[in-house]
């Protein structure tokens, strides 16, 4: 035994030395630019439906007579029964995969353990989900990196959806919202850390699958229903969730077709604050004390050179607000304090209220004529709409011309007290209209040819479109100057700083209000996918070679629509400010709303709406652009299996390369004109990867694993024009055509022990290096420098760059997304336990996952930097399943992260960090076995402990935003016929 272990120990040390090797030479393989491959098509890391190199879970007799001729079924996924079950299966699909994977199963078709997928996936070993306002979660990230960096496929395809992502979102990269897809239509989710030279290219971070049900995944005849009632504690209604899916084979097991409808409305009702940045005033030469610069670059809140008319605070008119005036007004501070001193840009309190639908439909038909034929044809079709009315009472901070008396701040610099004097409010009040419609179909099969079956031929095409709508005009009245307002704010450690309390009727509909902004902003979004791939396996499932081909085409469209100036001129034409009032009501929200239908009739909006032009850019911030992503692929890849001093020892690998051609085409400002610039880029890449799993005992699976990988650059960062980002004019967007792929060198290893049925412990370590991660660049360029004309600007804007000193002297931070000089290394290692617990007590269980990440910067130049990753999760869920009664308490947790690059609002040092949170759910169910159909009640509860969504400016104690989703409970049933 003891030469047997040395000989282990030599064996592991020689297969890492040879990794190394293998690694340090990815580097050297990159095609040359515009080299062009040859095959058309697109690889798969899937056999239909099932994992690569994973086994199918075992099937259920449901009917207890099946044939053996339905027993074998290519690409089904059979999970019926408990939620331990699915565990099992997860189990025993880690443990027979070759690859690096974690996968989540449905107990059942129409009953996944979440309502939503990115919930279940936040419960895998180093998945981290970003969520929107209201809690619900959005997007996943994987092991350190963003959104972007994971390749979502569906049924084995790549997939788009042209939606904007959460509130105040632009969603103009590759992230995928995962809540417009109803997880009562999938069985599988497949996470895929490491991966295989079959696996569609373009996940550094990886490659997620999701599976959606199909008639042979449960043969025979069934009915599956449910409906639920949700109650939200933040806006105290109750809504339906429901769904109804039938499946049907015939008697010899040939044909079968499942369709399924889902309807769900729930409530979109947020209550919180929110601040668009904070800022730093704009000091003149005076009052710096005799020589400018004493202010840091970005900053935008311009303090009068005099005190005007009616500030208040009982400051004089006319006097001169120099260096010693704000000194003699500021006691204790020094004039790099208050030059420095930090407030929101616009702190307001948000009021956010409406509904949120979603319908979808699923048809999947399959067709198996004999034991060597399998074809299928999957189609679903989903579709959201948002209408909600949102309210904000903003404190000027930016372009504001606030006078601070009695200031303090911290040893940051923070504002944490002052007397405000000469200050203005504005409302800003938009009704929100947002539709978004998917629809994907994809045809496919597989063949199996040979004597002995061991030629197997699987092909698959994809047809999909996405299609968005935003419309969110908005409205902005402010209170009048020279009123004397003054605002008492403090800011002394709460979650967020309070900007309401004031000498100013912020809810009185008569208070003098005045006409400040209205906006047309208008946005359609269209993205169309279609593709191909053919994959040719010659060999059994343990000892093959695989060979495919791929194509896929990705295109997606943004238009965006202003009709702002000429709708302002024409409702403050129709209304004036002395008639203002009548269209005003108090609100729900503590401040003043509008009356949307009456104003908008008197202003004629419905034709300002219609016949809004194309602009440069859209309210949420995304680039009115064209782009089209050509790439073909070819794949070679090799499986084996034998015994290693009597143990399995099975190894994956192969080569992959994609050359991408990619078009970019947006508007750009010429003189008065737009026109469209359009440009291209061509890069091909080999993509080699490596993936070792040895069964050192009956229980124990080491791995090694060794890959270079691949994600495409933002093309929204590349578009060859230049936006401002604010009204404001003080923050513009350009677009860097020059941008190259990321690329990673990926090196895994790590074990399982397993314990037995769905018991495991498991330990992974993970490394990457990544070149050409994009930081986010800013520069301070003269107005005059853009080639932006000043009569293009907006009112609104030209009156900021008018208090910064006029067209000819103002500056604008123009931010530009550039590669990184350095190589950005993440390491991470993930840990697991999964025990059934059924010696303590009969049905009890427990999951548990931990994972940290680290990352730095390693070169010299710009550091890369990845965002929007807590360096520690985990997650944990207790389960118990007895008597027909099922009770699951979840636990997942996320440690403080930085959310964004620096430079945030001109500030060098601006940062947006969000807080480390903690999500508490309930999902608990009773099934009445002897009654029709198995009636199943179900109560699930969703944060529990109703935790916050808050983050931040840098500092603890300058909040960025700061929600309250509250908790939502959901009374169901739930059966099968």
């Not at 027979?96 to 199963?105: P, S």
């Not at 309502?115 to 990230?141: F, H, K």
């Not at 904070?278 to 610069?293: E, I, K, N, V």
């Not at 760059?801 to 290692?829: C, E, H, M, W, Y």
Request: hydrophobic residues 35%; negative net charge; proline residues 5%.
């Amino acid at each position: 035994m003891a030469q047997i272990r040395i000989a282990r120990t030599v064996l592991a040390h020689a297969l890492g030395l040879a990794l190394f090797g293998v690694v340090g030479g990815l580097q050297a393989q990159e095609a040359p630019q515009g080299q062009a491959a040859s095959p058309q098509g697109q690889a798969s890391q899937q056999q239909s439906g099932t994992a690569q190199g994973q086994a199918a879970p075992p099937a259920q007799k449901s009917n207890a007579q099946l044939d053996a001729k339905s027993v074998k079924q290519l690409g089904t996924v059979n999970v019926t029964g408990s939620y331990a079950s699915s565990i099992e299966f997860s189990t025993d699909a880690k443990r027979d995969a070759t690859n690096v994977i974690d996968t989540v199963y449905a107990e059942d078709i129409g009953k996944f353990p979440d309502t939503n997928i990115a919930e279940s996936l936040s419960r895998v070993p180093g998945v981290q989900i970003s969520r929107d306002a209201d809690g619900e979660g959005m997007n996943i990230q994987v092991r350190g990196l963003g959104t972007d960096f994971t390749k979502i496929l569906l049924n084995g395809d790549q997939i788009a959806v042209a939606s904007s992502g959460s509130l105040d979102g632009q969603n103009q990269n590759r992230e995928v919202d995962l809540d417009l897809l109803p997880s009562e239509f999938f069985t599988q989710l497949t996470v895929n850390k490491t991966p295989m030279a079959s696996m569609t290219e373009g996940g550094v971070a990886g490659v997620v699958d999701m599976r959606t049900a199909r008639p042979f995944d449960n043969p025979g005849t069934h009915l599956t229903y449910s409906a639920q009632g949700s109650y939200s504690s933040v806006g105290k209604d109750t809504k339906p969730r429901g769904s109804l899916i039938g499946s049907w084979t015939n008697d010899d097991g040939t044909f079968g077709v499942l369709a399924g409808v889902t309807g769900s409305r729930s409530d979109y009702d947020i209550r919180g604050y929110e601040t668009i940045g904070w800022t730093t005033p704009q000091l003149s030469a005076a009052q710096c004390g005799g020589s400018a610069g004493c202010s840091p670059a970005g900053g935008s809140w311009v303090i009068p050179s005099t005190v005007p008319a009616g500030a208040g605070a009982g400051l004089a008119a006319g006097e001169t607000i120099d260096n010693a005036w704000l000194l003699a007004h500021n006691p204790g501070l020094t004039t790099q304090q208050i030059a420095n001193a930090l407030i929101p840009r616009l702190g307001r309190d948000a009021y956010i209220q409406g509904t949120n639908d979603h319908q979808s439909g699923l048809l999947s038909f399959e067709f198996r004529p004999s034991e060597r034929a399998h074809f299928y044809l999957d189609t679903l079709f989903s579709k959201q709409e948002r209408d909600f009315n949102r309210l904000d009472m903003d404190l000027v901070g930016r372009s504001g011309q606030m006078i601070p008396v009695n200031m303090q701040v911290d040893q940051n610099d923070v504002v944490t007290g002052a007397t405000l004097a000469n200050a203005q409010y504005f409302l800003e009040a938009r009704p929100y209209r947002e539709h978004v419609n998917f629809f994907n179909i994809n045809p496919g099969g597989e063949l199996l040819f040979g004597d002995e079956e061991n030629i197997k031929l699987d092909f698959q095409g994809y047809v999909q479109r996405s299609w968005y709508k935003n419309e969110q005009p908005s409205m902005l009245v402010m209170t009048p100057s020279g009123q004397g307002t003054t605002v008492d704010y403090s800011n002394g450690g709460g979650e967020f700083p309070d900007t309401a309390s004031t000498n100013a009727s912020l809810n009185n509909p008569n208070a003098g209000w005045e006409w400040y902004r209205l906006n047309v902003q208008n946005e359609t979004r269209v993205t169309d996918n279609k593709g191909t791939r053919e994959d040719l396996q010659l060999g059994g499932d343990d000892n093959n070679i695989r060979v495919g081909v791929a194509y896929d085409d990705i295109s997606r469209q943004i238009k965006a629509y202003d009709n702002s100036a000429a709708w302002q001129a024409a409702a403050e034409s129709a209304i004036p400010n002395s008639a203002l009032s009548s269209y005003l009501m108090p609100g729900p929200g503590g401040f003043i709303g509008v009356n949307y239908a009456a104003l908008m009739a008197a202003t004629n909006y419905g034709y300002y709406n219609a016949t809004a032009p194309l602009t440069t850019s859209a309210a949420t911030g995304a680039n009115t652009a064209d782009i089209q992503e050509r790439t073909w692929a070819w794949y070679l890849e090799g499986n084996t299996k034998f015994e290693l001093w009597g143990n399995d020892l099975r190894i994956n690998g192969g080569v992959r390369h994609a050359y991408t051609n990619q078009t970019i085409a947006g508007p750009s400002n010429f003189g008065n004109q737009l026109q469209y610039v359009t440009l291209q880029h061509t890069y091909g890449y080999y993509l080699p990867s490596f993936n070792m799993a040895y069964n050192a005992t009956d229980d124990i699976v080491l791995r090694l694993a060794a890959s270079r990988t691949m994600t495409r650059p933002d093309p929204s960062a590349m578009v060859p024009n230049t936006n401002f980002s604010d009204p404001a004019a003080e923050i513009a967007t350009q677009g860097n055509p020059k941008l190259a792929p990321y690329l990673s060198t990926n090196l895994d290893f790590g074990g399982e022990w397993y314990t037995g049925n769905a018991g495991y412990v498991a330990l992974d370590l993970f490394g990457k290096r990544i070149t050409g991660f994009t930081v986010n660049g800013v520069n301070l360029v003269p107005f005059t420098q853009l080639g932006i004309p000043f009569a293009d600007l907006t009112d609104t804007q030209q009156q900021a760059i008018n208090l910064r000193g006029g067209p000819n002297s103002a500056t604008v931070q123009v931010q530009q997304q550039v590669n990184a000089d350095g190589t950005l290394f993440i390491k991470g290692a993930e840990a697991s336990w999964v025990q059934p617990l059924d010696f303590i007590y009969r049905g009890l269980g427990l999951q548990t996952n931990y994972t940290v990440v680290s990352q730095k910067s390693i070169g010299s130049g710009v550091p890369a930097q990845a965002v929007g990753i807590s360096p520690h999760t985990y997650s944990a869920t207790a389960y118990w399943e007895g008597h027909g009664a099922s009770v699951r308490l979840s636990y997942t947790w996320n440690s403080t992260q930085i959310s964004s690059t620096a430079n945030q609002n001109g500030l060098p040092f601006g940062q947006i960090k969000t807080d480390a949170r903690g999500q508490l759910d309930l999902g608990s169910s009773y099934q009445f076995a002897n009654l029709p159909s198995k009636p199943t009640i179900t109560l699930d509860a969703i944060n529990l402990t109703k935790a916050k969504l808050r983050s931040t400016f840098t500092y603890n104690n300058a909040a960025y935003t700061y929600y309250t989703p509250g908790y939502t409970v959901m009374l169901g049933i739930r059966g099968s016929f």
